[in-house]
């Protein structure tokens, strides 16, 4: 093999590997919102005669009344389903930045910042949250993939991300008129490095 076609090998499987990056990159993303288009967050009252479901950015899935629940005076009634509905809506939101950090590496710790807030919010602390979360998470059953078990964080990277350690300076230009596929490959490169 020349030598010429040696850089461009090595040149296109470097491309290859962003591309294949890029994909991971977009099926863990994929994975994340389906997990999140799937949360589900089930609150009662005291009497578990009114019993709240919400979704995904707090959307109320289902509301359930018993009986006893429609027997109460209207403002009574009115008070605990408002409660119920925000113990909902909170446990909705934690279930979510859990998602969000267990996707993206806990780089970005929304799960903390959600319960700093729902602390001051509910008058309790960031830890009792946080108690009541792991009670409420379920167990996963199965054990985690390895492109699960580690997550980049690509918040202060170009799409495509570019990997200092593993790219090689480019090489210099062809002493005279290299070659169509070569001067193609060079441009790539060079454009892609400078974003």
Do not use: C, W
Not at 20 to 31: G, P, S, T, Y
């Amino acid at each position: 093999m020349s030598a010429e076609f040696e850089r461009l090998l090595a040149q296109f499987e470097r491309f290859q590997s962003k591309i294949k990056k890029v994909d991971d990159q977009l099926a863990n993303v994929e994975r994340m919102q389906s997990e999140i288009a799937e949360l589900e967050a089930t609150a009662s009252n005291a009497d578990r005669s009114i019993t709240i479901v919400a979704g995904p950015g707090g959307a109320i899935k289902d509301i359930q009344l018993t009986d006893k629940a429609l027997s109460q005076q209207p403002q009574a009634l009115s008070a605990a389903l408002m409660s119920t509905i925000q113990e909902a809506v909170a446990e909705a939101a934690r279930k979510q930045a859990a998602i969000v950090d267990d996707h993206m590496g806990g780089q970005l710790n929304v799960t903390d910042q959600v319960l700093e807030t729902q602390a001051q919010l509910f008058g309790t602390s960031p830890q009792e949250l946080r108690e009541r979360m792991e009670q409420e998470r379920p167990i996963r059953q199965t054990p985690l993939r390895p492109e699960e078990e580690y997550h980049e964080d690509y918040s202060h990277q170009d799409f495509l991300g570019s990997d200092q350690e593993q790219q090689s300076p480019p090489p210099p230009p062809a002493p005279s008129g290299g070659s169509a596929g070569d001067e193609f490959l060079q441009n790539l490169f060079n454009n892609d490095d400078h974003r």
